[in-house]
């Protein structure tokens, strides 16, 4: 095993290769707070990627309803149970040490590559912790749907009674929504014997070349998001290829500039906001302000990793869900829950006007600037003065190209009488 630098988890970390970074790194942060659960994403990438004999049970993007939900079944309750297991309990984390390379502090515990049976050998069978999920466990992709975790049902009525109640609710759940996360030390790469499955140097995107793939599913076994399938009519694996023929700017409409992925672009919610992200040579985030990737998880640091402490780097990050209790969240997203909550909660003036950017453009933006406005809000929210300004919001591809313009406050159209009841 190589020693790498992660980032999320303010450490080096053992890697059965050595670093190596991309020159620019796929990125995406999603709102959990907005997600409706429309399965619009789902299907946009269903419709495009995965919708020939052998791939039926293919959901590259899913989205599951946590607590209960999740596919396959109970990924993440498993993975977490199997390094709890190699850890004698969850890995800790300390304070941080530094805003750019440890934003979260450092985390003391053994990652999947560190946890594996053969983590200390040079040739072991299991690259990383992890395991094969059954057949059964694919069967049912929106299993749990809507269920909340209530700790106070005793009878009917008494559901909402207090559930309503900021910060935590008591009656909960939330919409996780997950793709491949391009993670920038991937386990499915780690883990595959064929060497069939590469991250792309110009954009980190991670490809399994179905040529030299021989379908041990290796990958699947590895991979700690599970999110790659087995194809038993081609006996090869495939996953999310981060739709790369848009982000290239080879849609058919395109006109050579490059589009969102399938499942950024379809998102009702407008939850989802897709770039890419200048890495340094430690295959840290080069500081580029304006970048909204950048500014949400550097400077606003509001959107977190899911799973930092699995240790593959996902390069996919959340702003966590207001309503769930805290140390569920703390587990998903590590130590740096509670003050993105509280951030995100009164928000200020930047990242509010930022915010505004998700899923207003099929374009990538990869810079904005903001024009002030007048304000047009002002309260006291739990104990914070939160002033609300409508700033209008630009945002810009990467050849300088304005591809939205909007503002905090959305216009309000008021139907004439005429059309009052029509519709
Ligand atoms: S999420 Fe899984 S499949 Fe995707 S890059 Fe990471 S380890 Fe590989
Ligand atoms: S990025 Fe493209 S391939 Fe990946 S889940 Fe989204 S729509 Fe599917
Ligand atoms: S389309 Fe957007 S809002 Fe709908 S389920 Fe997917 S992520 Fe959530």
Same mark, same amino acid.
Not at 165 to 180: G, K, S, V
Not at 190 to 205: F, N
């Given at each position: 095993?190589?020693?790498?630098?992660?980032?999320?988890?303010?450490?080096?970390?053992?890697?059965?290769?050595?670093?190596? =970074?991309?020159?620019?790194?796929?990125?995406?942060?999603?709102?959990? /707070?907005?997600?409706?659960?429309?399965?619009?994403?789902?299907?946009?990438?269903?419709?495009?990627?995965?919708?020939?004999?052998?791939?039926?049970?293919?959901?590259?993007?899913?989205?599951?309803?946590?607590?209960?939900?999740?596919?396959?079944?109970?990924?993440?309750?498993?993975?977490?149970?199997?390094?709890?297991?190699?850890?004698?309990?969850?890995?800790?984390?300390?304070?941080?040490?530094?805003?750019?390379? &440890?934003?979260?502090?450092?985390?003391?515990?053994?990652?999947?590559?560190?946890?594996?049976?053969?983590?200390?050998?040079?040739?072991?069978?299991?690259?990383?912790?992890?395991? #094969?999920?059954?057949?059964?466990?694919?069967?049912?992709? /929106?299993?749990?749907?809507? /269920?909340?975790?209530?700790?106070?049902?005793?009878?009917?009525?008494?559901?909402?009674?207090?559930?309503?109640?900021?910060?935590?609710?008591?009656?909960?759940?939330?919409?996780?929504?997950?793709?491949?996360?391009?993670?920038?030390?991937?386990?499915? #790469?780690?883990?595959?014997?064929?060497?069939?499955?590469?991250?792309?140097?110009?954009?980190?995107?991670?490809?399994?070349?179905?040529?030299?793939?021989?379908?041990?599913?290796?990958?699947?076994?590895?991979?700690?998001?599970?999110?790659?399938? =087995?194809?038993?009519?081609? !006996?090869?694996?495939?996953?999310?290829?981060?739709?790369?023929?848009?982000?290239?700017?080879?849609?058919?409409? &395109?006109?050579? !500039?490059?589009?969102?992925?399938?499942?950024?672009?379809?998102?009702?919610?407008?939850?989802?906001?897709?770039?890419?992200?200048?890495?340094?040579?430690?295959?840290?985030?080069?500081?580029?302000? =304006?970048?909204?990737?950048?500014?949400?998880?550097?400077?606003?640091?509001?959107?977190?990793?899911?799973?930092?402490?699995?240790?593959?780097?996902?390069?996919?990050?959340?702003?966590?869900?207001?309503?769930?209790?805290?140390?569920? #969240?703390?587990?998903?997203?590590?130590?740096?829950?509670?003050?993105?909550?509280?951030?995100?909660?009164?928000?200020?003036?930047?990242?509010?006007?930022?915010?505004?950017?998700?899923?207003?453009?099929?374009?990538?933006?990869?810079?904005?600037?903001?024009?002030?406005?007048?304000?047009?809000?002002?309260?006291?929210?739990?104990?914070?003065?939160?002033?609300?300004?409508?700033?209008?919001? #630009?945002? =810009?591809?990467?050849?300088?190209?304005?591809?939205?313009?909007?503002?905090?406050?959305?216009?309000?159209?008021?139907?004439?009488?005429?059309? &009052?009841?029509?519709?």
């Amino acid at each position: 095993m190589s020693q790498v630098y992660n980032w999320h988890l303010g450490r080096e970390m053992a890697y059965p290769y050595e670093a190596s =970074y991309p020159d620019r790194q796929f990125a995406f942060v999603f709102n959990i /707070n907005r997600c409706i659960g429309c399965q619009s994403c789902t299907m946009a990438c269903k419709s495009t990627w995965t919708f020939s004999a052998g791939q039926e049970y293919m959901w590259w993007n899913n989205v599951e309803t946590k607590p209960y939900g999740g596919y396959p079944r109970h990924w993440d309750v498993k993975i977490l149970d199997m390094l709890s297991q190699a850890n004698g309990g969850p890995g800790q984390w300390s304070r941080a040490t530094d805003s750019r390379r &440890a934003p979260w502090g450092e985390y003391h515990g053994k990652t999947i590559f560190e946890a594996s049976p053969n983590a200390s050998t040079e040739n072991g069978s299991q690259t990383a912790l992890g395991y #094969l999920p059954a057949d059964e466990e694919w069967s049912a992709p /929106n299993i749990f749907e809507d /269920n909340p975790l209530n700790r106070r049902v005793t009878k009917k009525g008494e559901y909402f009674k207090s559930g309503t109640d900021l910060p935590t609710h008591d009656a909960w759940f939330f919409y996780l929504a997950r793709i491949c996360n391009h993670c920038t030390y991937p386990a499915c #790469l780690a883990a595959c014997p064929r060497k069939a499955i590469y991250k792309r140097p110009e954009d980190g995107i991670v490809l399994i070349d179905q040529k030299e793939c021989r379908g041990y599913r290796k990958c699947m076994e590895a991979c700690p998001y599970k999110k790659t399938h =087995y194809r038993a009519t081609t !006996r090869t694996t495939e996953k999310c290829i981060g739709c790369y023929p848009r982000i290239e700017g080879k849609d058919a409409d &395109a006109n050579g !500039r490059p589009f969102t992925t399938r499942c950024m672009s379809a998102c009702i919610g407008q939850i989802r906001l897709q770039s890419f992200v200048k890495l340094k040579p430690d295959g840290t985030w080069a500081e580029d302000r =304006y970048n909204p990737i950048y500014y949400l998880v550097h400077v606003a640091k509001i959107a977190l990793p899911l799973y930092p402490q699995f240790g593959t780097e996902p390069n996919g990050f959340y702003i966590p869900p207001r309503w769930a209790p805290r140390p569920y #969240l703390r587990q998903m997203f590590g130590p740096g829950v509670d003050s993105a909550i509280e951030k995100y909660a009164a928000l200020d003036r930047e990242t509010l006007a930022v915010l505004q950017l998700f899923g207003k453009d099929k374009h990538i933006c990869h810079r904005y600037e903001i024009r002030e406005g007048p304000k047009v809000f002002e309260k006291e929210i739990r104990g914070r003065k939160v002033e609300i300004f409508n700033d209008t919001i #630009l945002g =810009y591809d990467a050849e300088g190209r304005e591809i939205i313009r909007t503002t905090v406050e959305e216009p309000l159209y008021i139907r004439s009488a005429k059309h &009052a009841n029509s519709i």
